[in-house]
């Protein structure tokens, strides 16, 4: 008894939360029945639907923003789980946070027309999603860490994963 209890304390005066995993682009991460592998990011415009009347119209933005292009897979054998999609950021090596955008921060109603909406997963599946966050701010800023929050199983448990790149990954796509 005398163990559990100093188990329960330590995990209690250390936070009892590991730290997200940290991996680079390209490099796959297992996050319970979750494997999350970021595939590339690019600073680019992005096609918004915009409302209006008679129907709504896409368009380009006007402004660049940092994308994210990453693959969740379901790697269980039984579970069917939907990864969801928990707002995220992007954090420079100076500690500056670019937040993750949606369609009605460019335009009030608007619409991201890229694959951004997470489907249910049966066993074996996978999807291709993209993320949007601020460009960076900071023209010295180097070093990034986007950090993404998806659902793990099929009983809604959520974990972050950190994915590392570099300001040169965001300056091939310019």
């Not at 329960?8 to 995993?21: C, M, Y």
């Not at 402004?63 to 039984?78: F, G, S």
Request: proline letters at 6%; glycine letters at 10%; aromatic letters at 4%.
């Amino acid at each position: 008894m005398k163990t559990v209890f100093a188990l329960i304390v330590a995990l209690l005066l250390v936070g009892g939360v590991e730290e997200e995993p940290l991996v680079k682009l390209g490099e796959p991460v297992r996050l319970g029945g979750i494997e999350l592998t970021a595939l590339s990011v690019e600073l680019r415009e992005i096609s918004i639907k915009q409302p209006g009347w008679p129907g709504a119209r896409v368009i380009d933005s006007a402004e660049k923003y940092t994308v994210l292009t990453y693959k969740v897979a379901n790697v269980t054998d039984v579970q069917v789980i939907h990864p969801g999609q928990v707002p995220g950021k992007i954090e420079d090596q100076f500690g500056n946070v670019h937040k993750q955008i949606s369609g009605g921060d460019i335009c009030e109603g608007c619409v991201i027309v890229e694959p951004n909406r997470p489907v249910e997963l049966l066993p074996g599946d996978s999807q291709v999603l993209i993320v949007v966050f601020e460009a960076p701010k900071i023209k010295k800023a180097e070093l990034f860490t986007a950090t993404l929050t998806v659902v793990i199983d099929n009983r809604g448990t959520k974990a972050e994963a950190g994915i590392l790149f570099e300001r040169k990954q965001l300056d091939k796509s310019d």
